[in-house]
């Protein structure tokens, strides 16, 4: 299931989808979404694989948030950049990827605690990255060029 719910956010996250309707969504996670996130604009509906997802703005920021079908949060997650990673995340990108360029960096924060993923690119591969507990990325997905 964590596997299944971190490959969505990063899905997406990493691409732009239009919803031609909005999803109708269950009185509970409504009400769960409302007490949590009462300033949000531009509230998208989606309902995957059992759970409901909201993508929003928040303060200017830009978040993606699950919910179960009891109105129960799942994760969240939101784009952020090089400087809001933990120092030793930071210093283990910048010494192990200097020659890739970062095309999305996102955090989803979920019942393990915060967790980091990037996809970063040059002339030869996409990878995409997961920082470990100790700040030390690690490849699990690359794709030639």
Excluded at 72 to 80: C, F, K, Q
Excluded at 103 to 132: C, H, M, S, T
Aim: net charge neutral; aromatic share 12%; with cysteine.
């Amino acid at each position: 299931m964590k596997q299944i719910i971190i490959a969505l956010s990063m899905l997406c996250i990493i691409t732009v989808k239009s919803y031609a309707g909005e999803e109708k969504v269950a009185k509970a996670v409504l009400e769960s979404f409302e007490k949590s996130f009462r300033n949000a604009s531009e509230v998208k509906w989606s309902y995957i694989k059992d759970l409901y997802k909201a993508e929003f703005l928040l303060d200017d920021h830009a978040l993606v948030v699950w919910y179960n079908a009891d109105g129960g949060m799942v994760a969240l997650s939101r784009i952020i950049t090089l400087e809001q990673l933990p120092l030793a995340a930071q210093l283990s990108f910048k010494n192990d990827f200097s020659d890739y360029t970062l095309a999305n960096l996102f955090e989803i924060d979920n019942e393990e605690g915060n967790n980091y993923y990037a996809v970063v690119d040059n002339a030869k591969a996409v990878l995409r990255l997961r920082a470990d507990v100790n700040g030390k990325w690690i490849v699990y997905e690359k794709k030639r060029k």
